[in-house]
């Protein structure tokens, strides 16, 4: 059972960056593809950026291209996304999540964290 905890989120003004933080509980945490996926209210949960436990290559979905980066670091069972250029349109509670292979969907992970809240006012 792996447990996720994300943090790092707040409030900030359109144009800021926030770096969110994915902590797991487990060393084996660096066997699982990490996904982060946001929901914004009365929307479906969306994939925003994701990466493999094998050799930390990435992927973005198209709105977040260019504006955020995934990182992690086995050795310290995190995941980390940094934000930047941030929109009103990125508010949303963010979750961290792993699966043993990476994806888009949400039905494909099996451990989720609690989210964390990020605000972009405008």
């Known amino acids: 059972q792996v447990q996720l905890v994300e943090s790092g989120g707040g409030l900030v003004q359109a144009g800021g960056s926030l770096r969110l933080s994915c902590a797991a509980s487990?060393?084996?945490?660096?066997?699982?593809?990490v996904g982060w996926f946001r929901q914004a209210p009365g929307k479906e949960r969306e994939f925003v950026a994701g990466i493999y436990w094998s050799d930390r290559s990435a992927v973005y979905a198209d709105p977040v291209k260019g504006r955020f980066a995934i990182s992690r670091d086995n050795a310290k069972n995190t995941v980390s996304l940094q934000m930047n250029s941030l929109e009103p349109e990125d508010t949303a509670t963010y979750y961290c999540?792993?699966?043993?292979?990476?994806?888009?969907?949400?039905?494909?992970?099996?451990?989720w964290g609690q989210g964390t809240r990020v605000t972009v006012s405008s």
């Open positions: 999540a792993a699966s043993k292979g990476l994806a888009s969907r949400p039905d494909n992970y099996d451990y």
């Open positions: 487990e060393r084996t945490f660096s066997n699982y593809a």
